[in-house]
């Protein structure tokens, strides 16, 4: 449960907002000399994308998830273009483990009620 609740929302956000989303970031800002919103509307569906499929517990599940993994990146393109660069990382971390933290706690109230 500890690994749900802070590791995954600390790896995903480094290895999906920070990393995909930076590379992809680059690249295309790199091809594209004007600023528009497909600068950052490509590699955030990329992004959004991957980390749905990421969860491939079932089709069901990756799709379910895709919502959260729109509302992640959002906060992180929100704080990255506002706030510094950790502030984005740090209020995605928080957001995810809300998240998660809120699930845990569901699925143990579903389990005690229905089992």
Known sequence: MMLTLVMS???????FQFGIFEIL????GAFKRNKTKWNTLIPATITVTLFAFAHNFSMA???IIFLPSVLFQI???????EQKMSRAIMFTMLQHFIYNASTVVFSMIYYLIFK
């Open 25 to 28: 970031y680059g690249i295309i």
């Open 61 to 63: 599940y990756i799709i």
């Open 75 to 81: 906060t992180y393109i929100k704080f990255r273009t």
């Open 9 to 15: 929302p600390v790896l995903e956000t480094i290895i």
